[in-house]
């Protein structure tokens, strides 16, 4: 009886033993199989801005019924992660700190889309797959890690110029890292950017905002008189650069103020004929302070200060205005009219008006004709604008209602359209120092009488800019415009000539229908 219980026990005990022994192989088993759940191939970033990026992979099977695990982190250490089938599209789970991730596959070929992240900053990603009952070992890229794009800069602002060749400019990061965001500011509609100390250059250059803020963050060696509009570029810690700011609001540098005091003529008891010099202006203010009165803005660089009293002393001064009428320091000068009673100052040799034929005698033979007179010759070119000078003379109507001045060659009149332009041909009449020492007034009987030859451009072999572009060209024979490659080449060709400013209006008188003939560099040959 003893026996046949002891017999029970042992039977109960293999039973249960090969019992849990199948247990455990079946378990085994099914932890082998989930523990061969196959990882993704490295994943890449296939897209990314400023605040997303897309991680690409494959599977290691297409099988819809794997999930994946996404995870980022910003220091490799710390990581948040996201669960998502790929048999739907719908978003599951999140990321408290990054914001959100998107799906989307067949089960072979993989993508998320990281989302609400920051500009310009370092993460780490890595996927791994799962069948529900394991994970794979996460799979990294070669690189581990990929920056976020930086966030266009905003718009950059000049203040307001206080020098011909600088103007203060002021640069937006925006929601960019300060440390490791670097910045590139161009001059726009050229190929020019700042270096680190604010002068042009070709070559770009890259710094954060302190260091531009160090260096001043101003704009230098520009031209005088001259617009100017800057476009800033932002790029990231693995130097890809984004879009550029919107360019800011056009500034000019301030005009050159006028170089020396202003010449005064006495042109006879009441009048006093006002210039000066200066080659960068695009406008002038001249005033008779003594009387009160004044020029307003005028393009030109000759002033008629009338309706003055005899035997006065007047004081006159002039300044410069920039394209924002912001105005120079003033220049002045004093003089006297004349005595009352007086002529004027300026004294005209007027030809001699051809005599009139004397009418023949009567005849004393009945019949005789009388020989008909001969047709008086037609005056040449007035001796008043060649006596006392060269036939290159300049000359104008002696009127203070005309103050036009003109350029007498080769028998005809050619117009000066601005001061900036006499000033390329001055020497070459006779008046090196442009005070108008060699203008002859001459009447307007006389000025009718010479034949007009048109406008005149700049003399060739000069430099000239237009007031809306920071380019410097050469003058070639007939106005033809040949561009200059950079300073070098200006330097090269020209040594110190500086360019002379001349209004944009005044393009259509050169011969290059806006388009320069050619681009010199250092060692191109100077045109004639």
Known sequence: MEGNKIGRFLFLARTLTVFFAVIFAVGLTAQVASAAVAAPTVPYVSATSTNLFTITWTAGVADTSLYYEVGISTDNATWTT??????TQAVSGGYPTYGSSTFAGDGANVSSTILNLKSNTKYYFRVASGDGSATSTPATPATTYVYTLASAPGTPTLSTATSTTMLPLTIVDASNPSADTTYSIGVSSTSWYLDSTGATSTS??????????????????????????????ARNASTTATASSTQSAAKYTMATA????????????????VSWTATNGTTYYAENTTAGTNSGSIAGSVWSSTGLSCNTSYTFRVRSENGDVLASAWTDNTITTLSCGSGGGSVVVTPA???TPATPATPTVPGETPAVPATPATPAVPASVIVGNTPNSIIKVNSKDRPAVYY???????????RVTYTTWSAAAGDPTNKFVTLKNITQTEFDAIPTGGNLVAKAGSLIKFDNSPIIYAIATGGKLYQLADAAAQTALYGSVAPVVIQSGFRDNYSDHGNAFGSLTASSQKPE
């Open 82 to 87: 996201t669960t998502q089938s790929t048999s």
């Open 204 to 233: 770009q250059t890259w710094y954060t905002t302190s260091t531009w803020i160090t260096n001043g963050a101003s704009a230098k060696g520009l031209y005088p008189n001259t617009s100017y509009e800057f476009v800033v570029l």
């Open 258 to 273: 006028v170089a020396a005091a202003p010449t005064a003529t006495v042109q006879g008891p009441s009048t006093i004929f």
């Open 353 to 355: 008006t051809p005599a």
């Open 408 to 418: 007498l060659l080769d028998g005809k009149k050619y117009l000066f359209v601005n």
